[in-house]
């Protein structure tokens, strides 16, 4: 705990600037994930309208100097980005190609591995 005056001031404004924007960024926060989750299934008209309602959270968190400006710019523009790729691909969610290619290749390996031990 603080002794000095001025701690304990800057301390009761910390908390209370803490309540104060702690429910805008959890509600940006969530929409957040739930617009990149409906992009990720593949849902193209339930992102559009969670999107409008994501850029007026994140807008109002840039307004009330919760995020910087640049950082709202950025996330508004990785969800128009991914909502846009996703219609380019005409509401194909994205298949994880990475994770795929990864498996294919350890499960070659053991087939490789269980012939040299058979042989």
């Given at each position: 705990m603080p002794i000095i005056k001025s701690a304990k001031k800057r301390m009761r404004q910390n908390l209370k600037r803490k309540m104060r924007n702690y429910p805008?960024?959890?509600?940006?926060?969530?929409?957040?994930?739930?617009?990149?989750?409906?992009?990720?299934?593949?849902?193209?008209?339930?992102a559009k309208k969670v999107l409008a309602k994501a850029y007026s959270i994140i807008d109002m968190?840039?307004?009330?100097?919760?995020?910087?400006?640049?950082t709202a710019a950025r996330k508004k523009s990785r969800l128009a980005r991914a909502l846009n790729e996703l219609e380019s691909r005409g509401g194909v969610a994205k298949e994880p190609v990475a994770k795929a290619k990864k498996k294919v290749e350890k499960a070659e390996k053991v087939e490789e591995v269980v012939e040299k031990t058979e042989a």
């Open positions: 805008v960024r959890s509600e940006m926060k969530t929409l957040f994930k739930n617009e990149l989750k409906l992009i990720k299934d593949g849902n193209v008209e339930e968190a840039c307004k009330k100097k919760i995020l910087h400006p640049n």
